[in-house]
């Protein structure tokens, strides 16, 4: 992808991003088509720009006034969404161009992935845009999402907004995880069904994303990555994770798996075994299960980042159990603690709790300030870097005086990030006491991320160490 | 752990899951305490022997008439529940065994896992209920789940029934991984957190669910396993999983993790590669998240079990993709189809759709019934001995033609494993149209298991393949 240099990347995706004004090539009355939805949902979703529904059958459509092409509309308009036949498309967007719209987003298909004919069409689309500086998602995209604009043009409800960038080789499977996700509480700022990726690339996005305010963590989902682009994307890459941490899934990485990323999005899913050194030396963190890059992100977008991988556990039982291990498992080092803690925490714990070893088993204590005690305690070791607290709370009714001992208990806890500098997560499996939930609505408040199992705790504190060591990795070199 | 020979384990431990009355020693009106959910929650379950609260100092408890001993009792009673400190049980003991009880569930702590006093406490017990062939869960349980009985002395609300049974090692979490697998939508026959296991184990258990008609898969959370108690339990699990299939947690994997089992349930966590080595030796599936087991449990409590490793997918796009990396990850294997079931797919798939291959990626097609048709295909292929079906269904408006199509295509789907003797399951990663829950609500019906990730379902995929393999070793054995 030759680059437009008149402009900054922020400003060439800006009228994709933060339109004004958005025209519907294609707007159909029906929500289950393509031109339906990109009507029907921008306004669902509470778009406050105009959208200008374009079909030339049509006196409005949901209500809004329609025009028979593009060159029809009076106003200005900065994004130009297509769903109308790959046929139709050089005609459409020519008038686009003299109209002087800078943004595009094609949902519709046809184009490289259904072979040579359709690269033609594909090609001669990016020539044509490529002089008049318009940039388009697509084609062959599912859609986009920006809490910005709370543009919606994905078949699904509006996510709540927040810090997390997703972007997706794969239309049907992203949208699928980014509902997973949202589902699982973590917010977005912009999600991006890439598509064939003809004008906008891989690469353009992420170095887009490193300028953007509201994007925190980055997640990508790839297919695989022309060998032409490689370079300029691990390169990117490195500059970005020196300031915001990208964290992907690789589809294709076993013989069979690679098999169908050729018939899916064309891609050469490439040798396995580069794609994961270029990760390393770029320091983009992988995953290995399409919904762990989320679980990582969330940790990644709020929590501070640890000076090692050294953690602690809180925790009763069997959760200690099962936290300790999955952390043992990713490398992350438990650290015996010295004998003076050891007293300190005696004093805190239940009578009855066994003797103080990391992880701490707290035995289910009466008191409910025990943990928030044990985790103070902890954070102020110098060899501690980060602390997960695993199901902290059972509810022992929902008094005023137990609300208020809960905001006490709380605000222990979700202060240590602040004043320590030392990311605090924690594991819920289950949330089925009204006590409870307050207590972890108060977390997630607070930045604290809340995991459903020790597994998803363990791999964000790994994802939070992880990328810790990345930045002084690259600060160092 | 001696056995008494008398009796079946099946007679030994049916007072204590199918009993017709139930003593709650140590019952109280608040239901926070032990004592007090004994009494509530199986009334809230729907329990219908009859309920005993034993309490000196109330008339009555829940509306139920209270007694001030077990002795005072009228009726005949089946199981007696422990509520009371542990100084106070060796007495309350001697009177159940007076009054003829031959179960109890102990829900009292402060016994072997607090030191050697508490060591000697329970050893004394053991030996008085061994004389008397009085059998108990516990002490330092957290309860239990039966659904036959629907008794339930979990603190939580009681599950739906269905065809899993779980006996956990560790109460806290047990009870947390219990609810979240409901959650998921699984159904159980028994729950057991077995505490100190001092007069039950997990050998006793296991025997017990062997002959147990409701249990077709059994869960185990396991600490660790006496040194003497080893050999038995490998010999009774490799009895079992010839005929019922066996999926494990062992927690203490790592040496922080085995620090933490220590503290927890005084278990000597062992040598993991022995215990590895003995699960493979005896037939038992091992996992490596909490999670997971319930996973498996689902599909291998309802599935045919397959001939071979050999599976084929259909979805669409990145769907495809993922889940052949996870198969292929665990070892399952994609084999290539032959010319002439190509030309077979190639008419039932939309002609946009790629050269079909396996996976098959079925491209968004417009036709409903492409799935079904595909499914029929490959179940026909001697060289296919299992299907995952990725995503299947988009809605398409709910109307009562859509209903009609929706049947067919889901009973083109159901049928396979009642026609082909082969296991079909499903990935729903985002379930979000009214047609598509449907539509997933008929395979539920109809026995397919309905997970929410690509992994998810290549891991159950992989427990049937895995369990159908050690059942050819067993019987070839």
Redesign the interface.
Known sequence: MAKVIEKSIAEQLRPIFEPRSVAVIGASENP?KFGGRAVHLPLAAGYRGAIYPVNPNREEIAGIKAYPSILDIPDEIDLAIFAIPAPQIPQAMAECIKKGIKGGVMLT??FAE?GEEGKKLQDEMVRMAHQAGFRFVGPNSNGIWSSRAKLNLIF??APPPGPIAFI??????????F??AT?KGYGFCKYVSSGNQASINMSDYLEYLAEDEDTKAIVL?I?GIEVEEGGRFMEIAREVVKRKPIVV?K???????S???L???ASLAGSDEIFDAACKQAGIIRC????HPFDLAEALACQPLPKGKRVSIIG???????T??????LGLE?PEFDPDTKRRLKEVLPP?A??P???V?TA?PGDPMTTPRIAQILAQLDYIDGIIIS?PWVG??FSPDRIRELLNEAEMVTSIPRQYGKPVISTA??M?FAATDLALGLFREAGIPIY????ESARAMYGLMRYGEIRRQLGES
């Open positions: 289950w298909a046809g259904t699904m409800d997706s080789q794969s239309g049907t499977l992203g949208q699928y995880l509902q997973a589902r989902y297919e899934y589809g294709g990485r076993t013989s069979a798996g098999r169908a990323t018939s899916h999005t290995y299960e399409v919904i009763s039982g069997g959760q200690c159990v099962a300790s291990d999955a952390c043992a498992s438990l009855h066994p003797v070893t990391n992880p088993d289910a199901s022992r009714g499996i289950a089925h459903s199992t020790p597994e």
